[in-house]
């Protein structure tokens, strides 16, 4: 649920993002979560300020939801030091917190938890408890809800009275409580059959709170031989299913909220796993932590990070028993991950008893044919790796028959380019992600005959290389039951194709009836094979057909029973969907279709739904239709979707959008179509069909449309309007309309300036009469590319009168917008490419987050006389190149938190007052070159981060800086005309400092880097004549904290110093660049600590540096990411 909450509230969050806490509540790595959810990407910083810096950056001024799931803790100091940087976020922000610490469950709602648990499908009446008996379950379960749906799955095991009693019954309920495990749970796992006890306890390889789905976690099992072969046939899978299901009807796992296809174990199910695996499973929380023992390890796995160095690693060669090698992606980021080549050629061969091999996601280009000495590995995972050829340990016949035991070959997403020969002979493979059709000695199509335990899914590309159809008949694709997926590609371009023998391949690929999807991609046939619309393909539900650019129809796909989800996409010749794909009975057609997308059919003009025969109701179920890129496509929709709730059409020039019964309708857009038309007789039907809390509607280019519609859709949140015929039908529409009070929460106008013809016509438009007929709670109003507006916003402060964001774009005859035209309740105001806005005059109570761009006229902001507004929280003003001021003075700003100015040629100082500003955290000044000083008072204490970049007259920097305690990054760029630095220095607190200016270099220089003792990253550009870096003429000592080193432009530098590099044991990123005369590293080489290693135009390194054969290779091997020139090194 508090996912759901999380995904739920896109449209009212400018920032989403939700973390599970657990009982460990560590501010820095809850931070880093949190950062890593809202960015979508790695975090790897090492200290809670650092991350704190970057929070507060992306939810500057923002309105944010986080969501802090499962929350222990309730220590105040800490929640104190976790919020601190999300308190510069915007108004009307969220954090939602779940917790355990409640009320327990009544001792009625604790039996109605265990009943549903322990019988689930079957009657409960039918058996008959003592008042006795239901209380000492309910005392069991002490009222929580994890123990009764526990003691519930192990119950419903076991099919007699005197069998539950003795459970109930159990000593082991009064066994010493040495830990927070639950006694249920101890009891649940003692009460496992053997074969469960191996499947769960292997469990403990995976960290809290991870989502597994059913097949990864049983395809592992299988490779470590958990799962044995029993008398019957059944294959290895599906028991491995039944034991997953086993152990999820007893509670062990659960449905993850957020995806219904993934699992999660309980914290404290996953306590008891860790419990009961003792030392033979590691989970390595931490990039700098160490493994203790490793004698009896025998299961490795750790989370997935950008950079994955030697140290990483150290000591698992010293765990001869190690069956497991997995690196998991735990927090679901897509990211292109280095490991360093010294796991491949020298950890992995000393693992002889490995049965688990992922590489899933690293840059490795080759895997070492050492992997044949794995005898007993079982499971690779290449996939998304760059690998264009798998080793000739797989390839060679001699290598392979050490191999033969594989079950699981993930390669997809790779750059394999064909199946190496003999790939038939691993026969017990169960799981091929893909199958790259070969040309020539490559492995054809009719080498997966002998793969005859495949199963779930399978993708065959390059078929176009299978010219020889019983080559595809051999393949025995309807012979593999077990296959749920499958994918048929075809690669090269059409005209090198053959149309007539590509037929012929594709009706000899017929899976297995089993098959539940099947994708088709750019076959060159002018037709499909019969089959596939073959009503024994029963269990089909999802079908796409992309890109098959010759095919003139479609296949009777309205005859599988089971189909939920049809994508028709790229067919270029198409011309009409009809009848053909209703087979000969219409009785059935499209009974279960949920989805249906057509895209990209330029030839399709006719579409037979069946409102002309009609024959029979299709599409009874059908929730979301979506039509894009269908010029020529004529007529109108199905006029009768009781179960549509999504529509969108788009470029379908000559298509009317018809309306008769949608009753769950919430989602409408509609982009260039011919027409809007109401088939429903009265217009109640059509608001009617409309009435829900949450629904969208956005219209573009359907010219006139809009105003007939707009009164059946009272109760929209989101409006989008563009088209100036309809916009002239505003007024009157609105003024005889009564709006919901909470109805309508956003409103767009957009008027493309082709159809805009007279003036009177825009100013019609948007003039906003003084006519109250938007009584709302919040509104977003968007105006764009109105030629006609200059100032008349009156209307605003009337019709919006609780506007929260107004955003004006593009209307160039805009001058000014006078005082008090705004509604008190705005709190973002964005004006972009206004060309003749001379002055913005707002009221002292207006925005608190304050945007200009692009009004090349603005000269100032606001009027000589007028303060800025004293809610005003962020400034950012850009590309305004007369602006001669900001205001007189920083006045009752105290809420003021950041300022950005750039682009402000005209713009010679900065306001008086800064050092006032007691919220102020952020100054960056970009490319204002006529600035020449800062006022006299300095900053504020509270400032964190200042840049400066491309301020040519600027003379000095903002006085007493070592004053600010809160400083941390500093960043100077193209600013020559400042020669001094400030004679105090800095405050050592500062972690990144950027100087690209020799006169600052030598300042700081002489000033001395050591003293900046919390210092992470430096980047020096424009260095002095030294010969070398660190120069140990001038006792240069770097800050042993760095963790991030970048030197560019150092002219005459030869070498870098080995005293100087060798105090950097943290130093993780070393970028070189423009230096000429630099040969080589020092003899004992960079840190062992580097991760990532970056040389730009720096050619007789990079000479040296050649891999294999340069002669600091050795020194640099085992770095996981060396770039040279923008390439990596092993590209």
């Not at 230096?1075 to 050619?1099: A, H």
């Amino acid at each position: 649920m508090p996912r759901s909450a999380t995904y739920s509230a896109k449209r009212h969050f400018d920032v989403k993002a939700w973390v599970c806490v657990s009982d460990d509540f560590d501010v820095l790595s809850i931070s880093r979560a949190l950062l890593e959810s809202i960015t979508s990407k790695t975090c790897d910083l090492k200290t809670l300020n650092e991350v704190q810096v970057k929070l507060k950056i992306a939810v500057d001024g923002k309105r944010f939801l986080l969501v802090l799931d499962d929350v222990w803790n309730e220590n105040y100091n800490l929640w104190e030091i976790l919020k601190a940087p999300f308190m510069a976020g915007a108004r009307n922000s969220k954090i939602i917190v779940t917790t355990r610490h409640s009320n327990l469950l009544s001792d009625e709602d604790c039996w109605s938890v265990f009943v549903k648990h322990a019988f689930e499908r079957r009657d409960a009446g039918a058996h008959q408890f003592s008042e006795l008996f239901r209380k000492k379950i309910v005392a069991k379960c002490g009222g929580l809800p994890l123990a009764a749906s526990t003691l519930g799955g192990l119950l419903r095991t076991r099919h007699t009275e005197d069998a539950w009693e003795d459970i109930v019954s159990s000593k082991m309920w009064d066994l010493p409580q040495q830990t927070d495990i639950l006694a249920v749970l101890r009891l649940s796992y003692h009460y496992l059959p053997s074969h469960l006890k191996r499947c769960f306890t292997y469990c403990a390889i995976f960290p809290k709170d991870y989502e597994f789905e059913k097949n990864e976690l049983v395809f592992l099992w299988m490779a470590e031989g958990m799962i044995q072969q029993s008398r019957t046939d059944k294959l290895l899978e599906d028991l491995g299913n039944e034991f997953f299901c086993d152990l999820l009807s007893r509670s062990l796992f659960q449905q993850s909220s957020r995806d219904v296809r993934k699992f999660v174990m309980h914290d404290l199910v996953h306590d008891l796993a860790q419990l009961v695996s003792g030392d033979t499973s590691f989970w390595l929380e931490e990039a700098n932590k160490q493994l203790r023992t490793f004698e009896r390890i025998r299961h490795f796995s750790y989370p997935c990070a950008w950079y994955e160095g030697k140290n990483k690693f150290h000591g698992l060669n010293k765990a001869p028993g190690l069956r497991t090698f997995l690196p998991l992606n735990a927090r679901g980021l897509s990211t292109r991950n280095y490991i360093t080549n010294m796991v491949l050629l020298d950890l992995l061969p000393k693992l002889k008893k490995l049965r688990v091999l992922s590489l899933e996601g690293y840059c490795i280009a080759h895997i070492p044919n050492s992997i044949k000495d794995l005898k007993l590995l079982r499971y690779i995972n290449l996939s998304r790796t760059p690998i264009e050829s798998l080793p000739e340990s797989i390839s060679s016949p001699f290598n392979l028959q050490n191999l033969l035991n594989l079950h699981h070959l993930d390669i997809g997403g790779s750059f394999i380019t064909e199946m190496p020969s003999g790939i038939n002979r691993l026969k017990f493979l169960q799981t091929l992600s893909d199958f790259i059709v070969g040309r020539g000695i490559g492995s054809g199509s009719k080498d997966l005959k002998n793969l005859t335990f495949l199963c779930g899914k399978l993708c065959i590309s390059r078929l176009e290389n299978a010219n020889d159809s019983w080559d595809a008949r051999e393949a025995s694709l309807c012979d593999k039951k077990g296959l749920e997926e499958l994918s048929l590609g075809w690669g090269s371009p059409f005209h090198s194709r053959n149309e007539v023998a590509e037929e012929k391949v594709l009706d000899m690929l017929q899976p297995h009836t089993n098959i539940k999807k099947l994708e088709i991609t750019r076959y060159s046939g002018r037709k499909f094979p019969i089959w596939l619309g073959d009503p024994s393909f029963s269990n089909m539900v999802a079908l796409k057909l992309i890109g098959c650019e010759n095919c003139t129809s479609l296949p009777a796909v309205g005859m599988l029973v089971s189909l939920k989800e049809l994508t028709i996409q790229r067919m270029l010749v198409l011309r009409s969907i009809g009848s053909e794909i209703c087979g000969n009975d219409y009785s059935t057609l499209f009974q279960s279709l949920e989805t249906l997308f057509f895209s990209d059919l330029p030839e399709c003009e006719f579409w037979d739904t069946g409102n002309q025969t009609g024959y029979v109701e299709i599409f009874p179920r059908l929730v979301e239709l979506s039509i894009f890129g269908c010029p020529k496509l004529s007529g109108k929709l199905p006029d009768h979707l009781p179960a549509l709730e999504t529509l969108v059409v788009s470029n379908c020039e000559e298509l009317v959008v018809s309306f008769s019964s949608f009753p769950l309708l919430c989602k409408l857009e509609i982009y260039r179509c011919k027409g809007l038309v109401c088939s429903s007789p009265i217009d109640s039907k059509l608001t009617k069909c409309m009435a829900i809390s949450s629904c969208s509607l956005d219209i573009y280019g359907c010219k006139g449309m809009f105003g007939k519609l707009l009164k059946g859709f009272l109760p929209a949140e989101f409006l989008g309007i563009s088209d100036s015929q309809d916009i002239q039908l505003l007024r009157p529409q609105f003024k005889g309309m009564q709006f919901r009070e909470e109805a309508v929460q956003g409103l767009w106008i957009i008027v493309p300036p082709e159809e805009v013809s007279t003036e009177e016509n825009c100013t019609s438009l948007v003039s906003f009469p003084e006519v109250k007929f938007f009584p709302i709670n919040q509104l977003d109003l968007e105006i764009e590319n109105s030629g006609a507006l200059k100032s008349s916003l009156e209307g605003i402060m009337y019709n919006c009168a609780q506007l929260k964001s107004l955003n004006i774009k593009g209307c160039d005859s805009l001058e000014f917008i006078a005082r008090g035209k705004l509604p008190s309740s705005l709190e973002w105001l964005q004006i972009l490419d206004c060309k003749k806005l001379r002055c913005l005059i707002v009221d002292e109570e207006d925005a608190s987050w304050l945007y200009i761009s692009g009004c090349s006229e603005l000269t100032h902001l606001p009027s000589r006389t007028t303060p800025l507004p004293k809610e005003l929280e962020f400034l950012n003003i850009r590309d305004c190149p007369k602006l001669e001021s900001i205001a007189e003075s920083f006045h009752g700003n105290g809420r003021l938190k950041r300022i950005v100015i750039s682009d402000c040629g005209n713009l010679k100082s900065i306001t008086k007052g800064l050092q006032n500003l007691s919220c102020l955290e952020s100054v960056k000044i970009v490319s204002c070159p006529s600035l020449v000083s800062f006022p006299e008072g300095g900053l504020p204490s509270t400032v964190a981060i200042v840049f400066i970049d491309g301020c040519e007259k600027l003379k000095a920097l903002p006085e007493d800086m070592h004053k600010l305690s809160y400083f941390q990054i500093l960043r100077i760029r193209e600013c020559p005309s400042i020669v001094s630095f400030p004679e105090a220095g800095f405050p050592t607190n500062l972690t990144s400092l950027v100087i690209t200016d020799i006169k600052m270099y030598k300042a700081i220089i002489q000033w001395g880097l050591h003293r900046l003792t919390s210092l992470l990253r430096l980047y020096i550009n424009e260095g002095d004549n030294a010969e070398s870096f660190p120069d140990e003429r001038l006792g240069i000592i770097l800050p042993t904290s760095l963790t991030a080193l970048r030197i560019s432009g150092f002219p005459n530098l030869k070498c870098l110093s080995a005293m100087g590099f060798q105090s950097l044991a943290s130093l993780e990123s070393l970028s070189i660049s423009n230096c000429s005369k630099l040969k080589s590293f020092p003899e004992v080489g960079p840190p062992s600590s580097l991760l990532v290693l970056q040389i730009q135009d720096c050619s007789l390194l990079k000479k040296h540096c050649k891999r294999q054969k340069g002669k600091d290779w050795s020194k640099i091997a085992h770095i996981p990411c060396i770039m040279i020139d923008g390439k990596f090194i092993f590209d």
